[in-house]
């Protein structure tokens, strides 16, 4: 059963949905419960021009409750009403730190600018969760957690719809341009788009609930998240079979292998180093001599580029250690280069380094940000981004190899590859059955595109937390104390992306000595044809 009530005071007329179950989370002494309601919330604004510009105000929002069975939806027009109505349903589902509800609230980001001021937020280091200033996650009333779901379903509302629940998002939206206040009556289709948006929400939550909290009893912040810990229950389970002809290196133990994995991470300072001048992501560029003029164009599109470089490509698998540097290292060995370029020049119209990875330059000049031509710069790349750049660029003298690292080669870890393979699998299943518009196909794709997601995930030590304005706690966890929760290695994601563009960019080289014109290339497809139309 569902129904809408509206909340105009506090004798409106109003039911509660019953609590049928109820999940245990956490452990030893940060164990607490979950009440089973599936729960969303949302704001619908307006914009006013004022003297100083414009301002966004909220005039109606919304609240849904379900148990599965009955679902209710409860209209406020007031934000003293949403206030009293939360506090309601803490004392009667006696909500607490111990005893929590989960309310989902898509673009948390926009919402809470229009909350934040109005609660008084639980102040725990485990109430409250921002990924940046102004980007919550997560924050705490009471014991009333207001969970992103977007960050979990990628996409917007819509997506989210379709990709979970069997409420689709209406056709249409509110007239934004319209000015409204709490006064303003709406329509019998607008209360149903704004009724519809939260039953979307709860189904989500009833989703959550099916799939991933009851089971793990855990509640993610992020789809990446939800991958990570897959990984741990899936190294766990390796270990625990001992099968030492899984991998390059025997996982004996849990222990063991963790310490492995701190053999081989790098001390802080070249972990920042890794991530700001080694790690490049994929390469999207469009060809600056054919900017502005239309092309008849032919398109290849790789498929499941990053998969298969996981699965069929190599990552270090050895501490790096620093060595004189040798070429043949280049053809058997992961390399860490840091290099000095004298005279250099692009040989093509095709320009592949950024400008924010070069570390030092003189007389550099530009190409939308790549590197046309210098008289001197200064980068760190894997092995496969330095013969990249023997590819598509020349020097007047040979390259300095300032400093050398090197590692031995190996497969990706196990535990990774048979979860990517089992979602990569699952989805081409799907899709061979012709299901490729189902549900079910749209979890699988983002599962196995999340796994990417999942090595380049970078450790934050600072915090953001909010009382009464924003601040950053920085420096608020110890380097050493959060390498210790991994199962990645920064090697991994910085290996992925260096042999996709590896693969990209020798694809481009042989197009364009072939006497192929390429317009545009990214990571998954490029654009070529024999001659400019």
Known sequence: MKRVFDI???QSFYQLPAVKNVVHMGRGEHKYQTLELYSGFDIETTNIYQIDGWAAYAYHMQLSLSNGSDT???FFRHWEHVSWFLDLIIDHYKISSENRLVVWIANFSFEFQFMRRRFEWDQDEFSFFAKEDRQPLKATYHGIEFREALSISGGNLAFLAKTYCKTQKLVGDLDYSIERNSKTKLTDQERAYCENDVVILSEFSEYMFRNYIRKYRKIPLTKTSMIIDQYKRNLHTLCKKRDEENHLFALTSLNEYKAYLLRCMPDEDTYNLWFKWLFRGGYVHANAAYADIEVMAAMRDITSHYPGRMNLGYCPVTP?????????????KCCILHVQFDQIRAKTSHTIESKNKVVNSIGARWDNGRLISADYVEVYLTEMDFKIYQLFYEFEVPPTIIEC???????YPPYLLEVLNQAYKEKNQLKSAGLSGSQQYSIKKSEVNTNYGATVKRLKRSRWIYQDDWEELENDSDY????QKLVLLPQHGIWITSAA???LLTMLWKLTSAGVTVYYMDTDSSLDRKSVV
Not at 320 to 332: E, G, I, Q, R, S
Not at 480 to 483: D, N
């Open 480 to 483: 050493y104390e959060e390498i």
């Open 405 to 411: 690292w090197i590692s031995e080669r190996g497969k």
């Open 72 to 74: 209710y939806v409860y």
């Open 501 to 503: 563009r590896y693969e």
């Open 8 to 10: 105009k005071n506090e």
């Open 320 to 332: 790096f250690k620093k060595v004189p540097f040798d070429p043949a290292y280049l053809d058997n």
